[in-house]
Every structure is written in C-alpha cells, then in structure tokens.
C-alpha cells in the first residue's frame, strides 16, 4: 500500500510540475487597459494661475526638467525616452493638438500621469503644474512647422 501512495505522490508531483512548465511556455497575454476617466469635477477645474512672462518661464522650465525627455524639447511629442518606447505622443506645437483639452484635464492628467506617463504629484507644486499648462498652451500659438519641400537639383 505504501508503494502505491509513494507512487501516487510521484505522479501527482509530475503533473503539477509540468503544468507549471506548460504554463511557462505559454506567451504571457496583457490584461486590457483600464478604460481612463477624468472626474468631471477635475476636468472643468479652471487654471488659478493668469498665463504671464514669469508663469510661462516658470512652467518652460518645468517642462524641460520633467517632460522634455518623451515630449520634445520644442514639444515635437519625439522626445528621446518616447522614441526609445515607441510612443506616438501629441505635437503640442500644432493648435488643434489640445483644443480639447480643459486645463483641468491637463492639471490631473500632470499630477496622476497617464498610461507610460508617471504621476507629478509628488514633485511638483500645483502652482508649477499650472504654470507647466500655460507654458505648453503657450506652444500652440506658434504655427507647427511644416515639412521643409525637396528643391529640385
């Protein structure tokens, strides 16, 4: 009898084993995204802060120091990181990139990050976070450069 519980446990054993193997071998499926919600109170929120010389300083150089690096440091959305990641972010040069955007919406999208884009919460002051959104709202106003054509040789 206890041969056959000995090699009852050994066949148990086996099969655990390799249904663990199995499961291995198999590719490792991503779970669907969470569909992503703004409150509404959030996204209605108004920007405190008036957009000025030293607010769209202030937020230039917030954006070179924490967003430069994905979105371009002329807002181009081909910033190095989101090169490397293969990202295809918005060109905040063009006008209409943003047009349906609040601030608010921006403000919270900043301050919890987005899908690849960490939360800013903990490193900048909503003040700057502001100002952050009249320095890239700023870039809008600039007409998006247009492709240089091939001359002719």
Known sequence: MQKQLAALCVF???GV???RLIA???PKTQAAAPAFAIPAEDAKRANPVKPSPASIADGKHAFVTQCAMCHGKDGDGKGELATDMKLTLKDYRDPSALKDVTDGEMFY????GKGDMPSEEDRMKPDQTW???NYIR????KEAPKEKEAKPQ
């Open 12 to 14: 148990a054993l086996a």
């Open 17 to 19: 084993a390799g249904a």
């Open 24 to 26: 291995q071998d198999k």
């Open 109 to 112: 999208i900043i301050m919890h």
């Open 131 to 133: 100002n952050l959104i």
């Open 138 to 141: 700023s870039m809008a106003k």
